[in-house]
């Protein structure tokens, strides 16, 4: 099956950058990561929730394990602000150029964020660009290609 458009524009970043990911499709969907454990077939927490957020006036993205849920307070204090809010879905797509449930965990340019308890799984899954599509990604390629902070942002 041939890859969606964002999808591929995903690939060709990582592999500018090293890094060949596998993406796969999956017309079931993948946008919880619940949706996306079931489709992989792995554990929720080896998911990879790529949230879009809003600390101060700057759109971040938070990489969470599936299985837990972001402390915007904490969100706040890592990313050097005040306070934290969700993006609205519109916000999503013009600040990372994916939508909301298939953005990616790097290829976007933003500021990224990284709770540790995702490494309680390696490999872990992370959206392929679309709801419909995932990749696996080791915990030492998503620390290089992400480029995140990793502090504790989970409740």
Not at 14 to 21: P, T
Not at 43 to 60: C, G, H
Not at 61 to 84: F, N, W, Y
Request: hydrophobic share 50%; net charge negative.
């Amino acid at each position: 099956m041939e890859l969606p458009s964002a999808s591929q524009r995903l690939v060709e970043w990582a592999a500018s950058h090293g890094l060949d990911l596998d993406v796969g499709v999956f017309p079931e969907g993948t946008k919880t990561a619940a949706d996306a454990a079931a489709a992989v077939g792995c554990d929720v927490a080896a998911i990879v929730k790529s949230l879009v957020f809003v600390v101060d006036d700057e759109p971040v993205v938070a990489l969470v394990p599936g299985d837990r849920r972001l402390d915007l307070a904490k969100l706040a204090v890592a990313a050097d602000g005040v306070a934290a809010r969700r993006a609205s879905l519109d916000e999503v797509r013009q600040a990372t150029g994916y939508a909301a449930g298939g953005t990616p965990p790097f290829g976007h340019g933003l500021r990224v964020f990284a709770d540790p308890s995702l490494a309680r799984h390696n490999p872990v899954w992370a959206a392929g660009g679309t709801p419909t599509t995932v990749f696996p990604i080791s915990i030492e390629d998503l620390r290089r290609a992400s480029g995140a902070v990793w502090a504790e942002i989970c409740e």
